[in-house]
């Protein structure tokens, strides 16, 4: 653990991120930017063969940051046999719903299997997706746990000791694209460990790359914490956009009731109608805590 410490401390550290999204390539530019080797995975040879040559494919990320990383020693891959030449591996995939509105983890349990090879020891390994509380304790740990040693004449030893040889930790993503008052840098992160030394080298990481690490208790907090955050979106928007009808059938301007209300020093954030949810996360994210519920 402490040569993993240093390394992540001195900037040393490789670090890989799984899955080039609006989440996993501004994480990527952010290392980078810190000085940070880094390498992309992701499973679309197209993003891949369009990173390796500074070309942007999301809206809002400007192809001179990809440039810049390239320019620092960043590359794009489909090899995730390149997983074992890293320190840090953070898991930036979708997690979406199924068909009856469950959650679909099939992009995580991929990850896990395209990766499971070539895990060595002294990784970090972090979910940043937005899942249920318990993902990580449930699915992650037990996966690395059930990695045998093969160095062992019987496979029923583990390779990994979470906490002392194979760490573990839960970051979720908050990104707001689009937004220019906020970014990877700005925004604080929440930050989680299996184990107390898990939780210290998740934290130490994302020190190095953001203004303000929170570090909670357990991933499971952590896991809540974002699901909440959704719901309380979820909720507001389509709370607000109920009102305004109603507002409309009284006569009444909903936009100077929200800006009256706004006064009110406490207990009362303002949310202005739109055209309802929408994106990746928020219609989606509350049918996972109640899944998780039932």
Same mark, same amino acid.
């Given at each position: 653990?402490?040569?993993? =410490? #240093? @390394?992540?401390?001195?900037?040393?550290?490789?670090?890989?991120?799984?899955?080039?999204?609006?989440?996993?390539?501004?994480?990527?530019?952010?290392?980078?930017?810190?000085?940070?080797?880094?390498?992309?995975?992701?499973?679309?040879?197209?993003?891949? @063969?369009?990173? #390796?040559?500074?070309?942007?494919?999301?809206?809002?990320?400007?192809?001179?940051?990809?440039?810049?990383?390239?320019?620092?020693?960043?590359?794009?891959?489909?090899?995730?046999?390149?997983?074992?030449?890293?320190?840090?591996?953070?898991?930036?995939?979708?997690?979406?719903?199924?068909?009856?509105?469950?959650?679909?983890?099939?992009?995580?349990?991929?990850?896990?299997?395209?990766?499971?090879?070539?895990? =060595?020891?002294?990784?970090?390994?972090?979910?940043?997706?937005?899942?249920?509380?318990?993902?990580?304790?449930?699915?992650?740990?037990?996966?690395?746990?059930? *990695?045998?040693?093969?160095?062992?004449?019987?496979?029923?030893?583990?390779?990994?000791?979470?906490?002392?040889?194979?760490?573990?930790?839960?970051?979720?993503?908050?990104?707001?694209?689009? @937004? =220019? #008052?906020?970014?990877?840098?700005?925004?604080?992160?929440?930050?989680?460990?299996?184990?107390? @030394?898990?939780? =210290?080298?998740?934290?130490?990481?994302?020190?190095?790359?953001?203004?303000?690490?929170?570090?909670?208790?357990?991933?499971?907090?952590?896991?809540?914490?974002?699901?909440?955050?959704?719901?309380?979106?979820?909720?507001? *928007?389509?709370?607000?956009?109920?009102?305004?009808?109603?507002?409309?059938?009284?006569?009444?301007?909903?936009?100077?009731?929200? #800006?009256?209300?706004?006064?009110?020093?406490?207990?009362?954030?303002?949310?202005?109608?739109?055209?309802?949810?929408?994106?990746?996360?928020?219609?989606?994210?509350?049918?996972?805590?109640?899944?998780?519920?039932?």
């Amino acid at each position: 653990m402490k040569s993993l =410490k #240093n @390394n992540i401390q001195q900037k040393n550290a490789t670090i890989g991120v799984i899955g080039m999204g609006y989440v996993g390539l501004p994480l990527a530019i952010r290392f980078s930017e810190e000085g940070f080797p880094v390498v992309g995975f992701d499973i679309d040879k197209e993003k891949v @063969n369009l990173l #390796n040559v500074g070309k942007s494919y999301i809206k809002h990320i400007k192809e001179v940051d990809i440039t810049a990383m390239a320019n620092n020693g960043f590359t794009a891959t489909l090899d995730f046999s390149q997983i074992s030449n890293v320190d840090a591996i953070i898991i930036c995939v979708p997690t979406p719903l199924g068909i009856h509105n469950e959650p679909d983890l099939s992009f995580i349990h991929g990850t896990l299997e395209n990766i499971k090879p070539h895990l =060595k020891e002294n990784q970090l390994l972090i979910l940043e997706s937005t899942t249920y509380p318990g993902t990580t304790e449930e699915i992650l740990v037990p996966f690395i746990k059930s *990695i045998p040693d093969s160095s062992l004449i019987t496979h029923h030893s583990s390779l990994f000791t979470i906490g002392e040889n194979f760490f573990i930790g839960y970051s979720p993503e908050r990104e707001d694209p689009g @937004n =220019k #008052n906020f970014t990877t840098k700005t925004i604080p992160k929440v930050v989680s460990g299996h184990t107390k @030394n898990c939780l =210290k080298l998740t934290k130490s990481l994302y020190d190095q790359i953001v203004d303000q690490t929170v570090p909670v208790s357990s991933p499971r907090v952590a896991e809540m914490t974002k699901i909440m955050e959704n719901i309380h979106r979820a909720v507001n *928007i389509g709370l607000v956009n109920e009102l305004k009808i109603v507002a409309d059938k009284m006569d009444i301007d909903i936009y100077e009731v929200i #800006n009256a209300a706004a006064t009110k020093p406490f207990g009362f954030t303002p949310y202005y109608p739109g055209p309802g949810l929408g994106g990746h996360c928020i219609p989606i994210d509350p049918f996972y805590l109640t899944w998780k519920a039932k």
